[in-house]
């Protein structure tokens, strides 16, 4: 796979961590482009991962296996359609990490038989451990759908959904879901603060123990709430912060929140798709 040439439309943070992601997993940096008009973002990517950077869209496309799409939103349905005819010609597959655009729409502006994998990384990505939910359209073929998944892999878990609304639920679950641990993590610290504790020792336990859980959560097979069990002592200081937890209702209010973000995902997704199909 390290022979195909991928083409990054846009060389702004998404695409820099994953040039960044795959030139350290060994992707041979000759074989990778980036274009962008905009000249700091193709000479910090140039210097940064010792790749080929262009300012036509066109010609990258022309020359490319895989056509990343990494550009705003709003800016993709213009450059979709200007690159159209280049991807006609040269048959690419398209990747998309483009929030909120569906694989129809891609293809009514690229053209109907084109292959396009629609994914949605999180900004973990940057340090390699990203997140990312994969939807392909019918036009791919399984060497294509692994190809995506290695280019997405470079910056961290893949994981395919079989259906594309399920899009909505990845944005709120993961591509969303580094702002709630954020929020767990400034209010665990405004805490100890109030308890009496310096800022930087309140940060530094606060993080480390977000590492360290979330560590023995994906090395371990039992379910968080196993684990969450286990270190619960009857009547102890755990169980003494989960009551109140609980009794303030934690469960619902993270239901809510999940539904609130898919739901916006959903609308946004609408307005995006609406106003510029
Ligand atoms: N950042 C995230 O956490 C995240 C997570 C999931 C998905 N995404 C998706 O990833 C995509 C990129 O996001 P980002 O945060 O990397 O945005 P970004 O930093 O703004 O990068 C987009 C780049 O595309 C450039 N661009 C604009 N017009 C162009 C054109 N005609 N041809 C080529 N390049 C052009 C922009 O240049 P100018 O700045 O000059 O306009 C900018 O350098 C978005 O669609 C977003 O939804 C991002």
Redesign the pocket.
């Known amino acids: 796979m390290t022979n195909r040439t991928i083409a990054f439309?846009?060389?702004?943070?998404?695409?820099?961590?994953l040039i960044k992601g795959l030139v350290e997993d060994g992707y041979p940096a000759d074989n990778i482009i980036a274009?962008?008009?905009?000249h700091?973002?193709t000479d910090f990517i140039k210097e940064c991962c010792a790749i080929r950077t262009l300012?036509e869209?066109r010609t990258a496309v022309l020359e490319a296996d895989v056509v990343v799409?990494?550009?705003?939103?709003q800016?993709?349905p213009?450059?979709a359609r200007?690159i159209a005819g280049a991807v006609g010609n040269s048959k690419p597959l398209i990747i998309?990490?483009?929030?909120?655009?569906q694989t129809k729409h891609l293809a009514e502006w690229l053209g109907e038989d084109v292959a396009i994998i629609r994914?949605?990384?999180?900004?973990p990505?940057?340090l390699q451990t990203g997140t990312t939910g994969l939807y392909a359209n019918p036009n791919t073929n399984e060497d294509q759908r692994n190809l995506a998944e290695s280019i997405m892999r470079a910056v961290g878990l893949t994981l395919w959904v079989d259906s594309e609304t399920m899009m909505d639920s990845v944005?709120a679950v993961s591509?969303s879901g580094p702002a709630y641990f954020f929020l767990v993590m400034e209010h665990m610290i405004s805490a100890a603060e109030k308890m009496g504790m310096d800022h930087n020792s309140a940060k530094l336990l606060t993080l480390h123990t977000a590492l360290g859980a979330s560590r023995m959560a994906l090395e371990n097979p039992e379910d968080p709430s196993v684990l969450r069990e286990k270190v619960t002592s009857p009547g102890g200081t755990t169980a003494a912060a989960l009551a109140v937890f609980n009794e303030s209702g934690l469960e619902q209010i993270i239901e809510d929140a999940l539904t609130a973000a898919r739901d916006r995902s959903i609308e946004l997704s609408s307005q995006v798709n609406g106003e510029q199909a």
């Open positions: 439309i846009g060389a702004g943070n998404m695409a820099a961590a274009s962008d008009p905009d700091k973002r300012d869209n799409l990494a550009v705003k939103p800016a993709l213009q450059i200007d998309s990490i483009a929030a909120g655009i994914t949605m990384p999180n900004t990505a940057m944005t591509g």
